[in-house]
């Protein structure tokens, strides 16, 4: 198409907008190229801004626009060219709305696939009849800079009807952003992507009168998916600052999880996972679905993107350098709590056999030395990169961050005070990555208590009133050793990357029958008619039910079995595996600790107990996680820490409370370690560092919480 013909078409559009022929000439003409493409099957458009006129800047918008990006190309198939960004200054209402017309409505046809993303600032603001309706901030804000009570945002009712416009099923819509801004006043570490609008503010004229054109225009609505940041209107969605990059917590999660899944997950399944995500980043946020249809749970999000490989990855083939002897890679596919410890010869291989050591790593992308094994098919861009050998430090620290409303005595007493305590690490928040927050309670200034990112205060974290800092650290020296060893056995989850086949429901059980309440399984060897297509229960567990694991082993060896966890961020919690035992040895037959082992092809009910003296949750109302470990060797080490500190055989509850959780997160490590393939290329890289065979190890993680 030519240049004159693209700017006639796109005329009678701007005009709508109430824009000149000019300003949109200064899009640029990368956006001219992107926008002139012929009839894509596959069409996003990708929002992002970080730098407003009026408002505090964000810091993860962009990061987002990239996540989703490299995951449409490299994961589901998207050309580059039919993926338009629109970031910054580009990114006003008017350069949206046209690019949304002539980008997505002018070309998409019946069956091809759309993809539209935001992040950036959300607010609410008082339109005709002094309804409050949620709108999208863009980047100019204000429509004149004289008068600031103008605004030139995007509604959310525009876009809903824009994406339901489309001639096609097949629509993905992501907001990551939210409308209220909370009015707690608890400690944070994490940026808040709303904005409080002033009650004199007006929107824009021209964005009323266009969505009324648009609803008159298009009577006829197509069903659209559209995930959203936040499922309650008052919860706020918010950004995490990672190593070395900001993201949005709920794109973040998501592109990670869709660069795993396989075509048969659905979008309840997605969310729960992404849910149990954000929730292992330090926030209670939780995704929803905008919807009016009744089933639209059901609709399958993998299959509706369409997606070119049907097993997962964890990212691709950047670019290859130095005569194919390196290659940039992305890692976009690893669990976040796993990429700022992913360590120098940590492996990959490709569906070649050729095989990428890791050799630097900067926030997302990494450099990787390419070591062909069998086929010398030279390394494509593009290509698909799987986890193969995962390699940790030993040396890891738990990092508190420390509130900027800390006064500057406080926080120097805290670092000095918390070096003391023995692997923590102490931060300014929002300057640096972290776990937990260290600040002061809002109620009352003079007490000191625990925080995670987003300000929830964990339960017995607070001091006394006029409580000194040092005493403080001193206080919560045990909960930190608690929250250093969940995190230690966080980084073991490889539900993406696991080559052992198992598939594991979480269940409530009575007399009668049982009912799934979550379900997690490898999904890299498994068919994908095996995965689940009905939509699941929300992951609660009432006070009094009685529940097990229901563990099928697909493979063909042995797995041995660990399960630790973490109840409401403060008490850590281990399966115990009692076994009477005949030994003649032993007249009482007193119960021991015996290993789990579920045999090839089997399945398994956890804990294998009498129905009356079943494994029941009490209450009162907590959240929970399991961390559920399974190994090809046994975990010796970690079962003979659990003997010498367990309780008395009085008191042999399958769920017992973990006196000495460090020790035993360093002893799962170890034993996943001792039963990996170590090669000896890497023989010395094992002396600082764990190396976790993906060939000998799934870890799986159940989050829900009790009510």
Request: aromatic fraction near 6%; include cysteine.
């Amino acid at each position: 198409m030519k240049r004159r013909t693209f700017v006639q078409r796109i005329g009678s559009i701007l005009a709508v907008l109430g824009l000149t022929e000019a300003e949109w000439l200064t899009m640029g003409d990368r956006y001219y190229q992107a926008l002139a493409q012929p009839t894509p099957r596959k069409l996003a458009l990708l929002i992002g801004i970080n730098q407003y006129r009026n408002s505090s800047s964000l810091n993860g918008c962009l990061t987002d626009v990239e996540l989703q990006k490299e995951l449409l190309v490299h994961r589901f198939g998207f050309q580059a060219a039919d993926i338009l960004t629109l970031t910054e200054e580009q990114a006003s209402r008017e350069f949206i709305e046209a690019a949304f017309l002539d980008h997505l409505l002018k070309q998409a046809k019946p069956g091809d696939v759309v993809v539209f993303h935001f992040s950036g600032y959300g607010t609410q603001l008082a339109v005709e009849s002094n309804t409050l309706q949620n709108a999208l901030v863009t980047t100019d804000e204000n429509q004149e800079p004289q008068n600031s009570q103008i605004a030139n945002y995007l509604l959310e009712d525009t876009l809903l009807q824009l994406l339901r416009s489309l001639p096609t099923d097949h629509v993905t819509a992501v907001l990551d952003t939210s409308y209220s801004v909370p009015n707690t006043t608890q400690p944070t570490s994490l940026r808040v992507r709303a904005r409080q609008e002033s009650t004199k503010t007006q929107l824009v004229q021209a964005e009323i009168d266009f969505l009324k054109q648009i609803k008159t225009q298009n009577p006829e609505l197509s069903p659209t998916v559209v995930l959203s940041a936040t499922s309650d209107p008052q919860q706020a969605a918010r950004e995490v600052l990672m190593s070395g990059f900001s993201a949005g917590l709920l794109t973040y999660a998501l592109t990670q999880q869709l660069w795993e899944s396989t075509p048969a997950t659905t979008i309840q399944v997605s969310l729960s996972h992404i849910e149990s995500s954000i929730h292992q980043l330090g926030s209670n946020q939780q995704p929803g679905l905008l919807s009016k249809k009744k089933n639209q749970q059901e609709v399958v999000t993998v299959e509706n993107l369409l997606p070119n490989s049907r097993t997962g990855a964890e990212g691709a083939i950047l670019a290859t350098e130095e005569d194919g002897k390196t290659a940039q890679i992305w890692l976009g596919g690893l669990p976040a709590q796993v990429l700022p410890y992913y360590s120098v010869n940590s492996r990959f291989t490709l569906a070649t056999g050729a095989q990428l050591v890791l050799r630097s790593l900067a926030g997302l992308t990494a450099k990787a030395q390419i070591s062909q094994v069998g086929d010398p098919t030279p390394i494509q861009v593009g290509q698909l990169i799987q986890e193969t050998m995962r390699v940790l430090p030993r040396s890891i620290n738990l990092i508190l961050a420390l509130d900027t409303k800390l006064e500057r005595i406080e926080r120097v007493d805290a670092t000095s005070a918390f070096a003391g305590v023995g692997h923590i690490s102490t931060v300014v928040a929002g300057e640096q990555p972290a776990d937990y927050l260290f600040g002061k309670l809002t109620q009352i200034p003079s007490r000191y208590g625990l925080f995670t990112l987003g300000g929830e205060l964990i339960p017995n974290t607070d001091g006394g009133v006029g409580e000194a800092v040092k005493v403080a650290a001193q206080r919560l020296s045990g909960k930190l050793s608690t929250l250093l060893a969940a995190k230690l056995w966080r980084l073991t989850e490889n539900q993406g990357s696991s080559r052992l086949p198992i598939k594991v429901n979480l269940e409530i059980v009575n007399s009668i029958s049982s009912r799934v309440v979550m379900q997690q399984q490898t999904s890299r060897t498994l068919r994908s008619e095996t995965v689940t297509k009905k939509a699941l229960s929300s992951h609660i567990v009432p006070i009094g039910s009685r529940i097990q694991y229901r563990v099928q082993n697909l493979g063909d060896r042995p797995v041995y079995f660990m399960l630790l966890g973490l109840k409401n961020n403060r008490t850590a919690i281990a399966f115990y595996p009692w076994q009477t035992s005949q030994e003649p040895n032993n007249p009482d037959n007193q119960p021991q600790l015996r290993q789990i082992v579920i045999p090839a092809n089997e399945t398994v009910t956890l804990p294998q107990a009498k129905p009356a003296s079943g494994w029941v949750i009490s209450g009162p109302s907590y959240e929970c996680e399991h961390q559920l470990i399974f190994s090809t060797t046994p975990f010796s080490i970690t079962l003979k820490a659990l003997e010498t500190a367990k309780y008395s055989t009085g008191d042999q509850q399958p769920i017992a409370t973990l006196v000495n959780p460090l020790e035993i997160g360093q002893a799962l490590l170890q034993d996943l370690h001792n039963g990996s393939a170590i090669t000896s290329e890497i023989t010395t890289t094992a002396t600082d560092s764990y190396v976790l065979d993906v060939n000998n190890w799934a870890s799986l993680n159940f989050s829900f919480q009790v009510v």
